[in-house]
């Protein structure tokens, strides 16, 4: 059975990935002070976490760790993630909602779009190994 529920930072160390993702890389998502953040599980299985790092008032960055074991559920974790970012928009009365997005991660970019989040532009160089990011943003009325 889904569950949906407040993350917790073992949530983002443990999350079973298709990509290598360093321990600091993973610590660096959730080593800020003021995060609201969600797991998506199944059983004991993590499928998703995810969540938004406020920058400073109205302002925060999204980010989201996806299973493998998730794609097996693709409708459920399109449901809970809008309903995240939903939630996550009311609860922190944001205006920006940006994200960063790998350029060669097209399911990650139409997965963006859908979530209502817009092409800024690129920044290049910004990955750990110097790999090119489209800078997303979903501006709130």
């Known amino acids: 059975m889904l569950n949906f529920r407040a993350f ?3 949530d983002v160390m443990n999350i079973e990935l298709d990509y290598e993702l360093s321990g600091e890389s993973r610590m660096g998502l959730v080593s800020h002070d003021n995060i609201v953040g969600y797991t ?3 059983g004991d299985t993590i ?5 938004l790092h406020m920058m400073w008032f109205g302002v925060g960055e999204a980010w989201l760790l ?5 794609l ?3 409708v459920a974790l399109a449901r809970y993630s809008k309903k995240l970012l939903h939630g996550i928009v ?6 920006r909602v940006q994200a960063s997005v790998h350029t060669h991660d ?3 970019m139409i997965f963006a779009e859908w979530l209502g ?3 800024e532009g690129i920044m290049r160089k910004y990955g750990l190994e110097g790999d090119d990011y489209f800078r997303m943003a979903r501006i709130e009325q």
């Not at 499928?47 to 969540?51: H, S």
């Not at 009311?90 to 205006?95: H, I, L």
């Open 40 to 42: 998506l599980s199944d």
């Open 90 to 95: 009311e609860k922190t009365q944001v205006r």
């Open 8 to 10: 917790e930072t073992p």
């Open 72 to 74: 097996d559920k693709p």
């Open 47 to 51: 499928l998703a976490v995810g969540g």
């Open 106 to 108: 097209t399911r990650a």
């Open 66 to 70: 996806v299973s493998p074991k998730a």
């Open 117 to 119: 989040f817009e092409h």
